[in-house]
């Protein structure tokens, strides 16, 4: 028989994330389909954990998508594994319930009392109606399974004291969520891409920015203290994540899919050839290798973010990686900017300017040490360039900020 295990209170919950956002560091969620992934997460500094029936399916080699059809009751699955896989091994840091509001089956004040009762610390609104749209969602919508009844759970779990985090996918279900009492507004941008199961039809990383900027501009407005959240879509590495992270005030990251599905797939793929092999890869070995088996636009923009955020101090310029890429730069520089809806001057500038601002809000060093150590040895060009993209100058700056630097 499994024990029921202690369940985090939500004033601690939120007490802990915002300590960590008043210490300039961000909210890390992972979706955990297993207690490996559940383990190792726990051990690199999670947050918090989410039993989502989308991760049970991934450890089986499926699709997120897995968890929008019969192949079983969603609630149960998250239910079963995470009280018999998840739980004994997070003992440390709390585990939400994915919660299929529209379950028909099941009454969802009472369901939430036994949420509660197994040791889950809170409800996320997964697998969510928000994903789903077109003829399907309208009929959906007129038997009255709706994302309606998400926001009545996300209400109905704040009454009764669990901490909440509610997807949105709009302005108006956010401002709905907001109401309703959510701990945490996450905007859900999509299945995340990458991978072999990954989604196929994205946003650009620019897009998905604006809209994550209009939608988080308007509910932070009503509660400015909000703890806000991103999820899914074009991000699924650290590089993406801080694209999105400059120059907002976005407090964190749920990821499934980026923790779990793409690094198993990419080491199983490459540990398994390497002893099919024996080979020993090299590092040098295996940047050939890599460049070699690109055939994708994924495969190409990764590499160039990957490119910027390791040799962003040095210089850098889209003919030299078109040369290492075997790609005419016209092609490359087109490519570039169709997939990430910016220019690779402008991406480059603003990686570097915004880790500028890093190090000039952290650290006290001379202004022509900072240009440098972002990719300037010119320091009247890092001030030109500054100026023009921040509307003051690097000395402007620290002494609009001198008070927090």
Known sequence: ??????????????????????????????????????KYSEEGGADFILALSSGFFRQKGLSSLAAYLPFSN?????????????????????IIFGLLASDPTINIT???KVI???GFSGIINYPTIGLI???????????????KQEV???QIGNKMGMFTIAFVFDKNQALQMLDAGADIICIHLGLTIGGRLGGKKVQSLQLAKKLVVEIFDEVSNKKPNLIKMVYGGPLNKPVDVQFIYDNTNIDGYIGGSAFERIPAEKMILEVTRSFKGTDNIKYEELMKKIIGTMSTSEDYIDFI?????????????????????HLSRSYLSTLFKKEMGISFTDYLIDFRLNRALEILQNKNLPLITVAEMVGYPSYSQFSKIFKKRKGMSPREFLKSNKTTI
């Open 1 to 38: 028989m499994v024990m029921n295990m202690e369940r985090f209170e939500r004033q601690d919950i939120v007490k802990k994330l915002r300590s960590q956002i008043e210490k300039n560091n961000h909210i890390i969620g992972v979706a955990a389909g297993s207690g490996l992934t559940a």
């Open 74 to 94: 969603s609630n149960n699955i998250v239910m079963e594994f995470g009280v018999i896989e998840l739980m004994p091994i997070c003992k440390n840091t709390p």
């Open 110 to 112: 009472e369901y939430m």
């Open 116 to 118: 509660k009762e197994k």
């Open 133 to 147: 749209d077109g003829k399907y969602r309208q009929a959906l919508e007129e038997e009255g399974i709706s994302y």
């Open 152 to 154: 009545e759970a996300i």
């Open 305 to 325: 973010k990957n490119y910027v955020n390791l040799h962003y101090r040095d210089e850098i310029s889209l003919n030299e990686i078109s040369d290492m890429l």
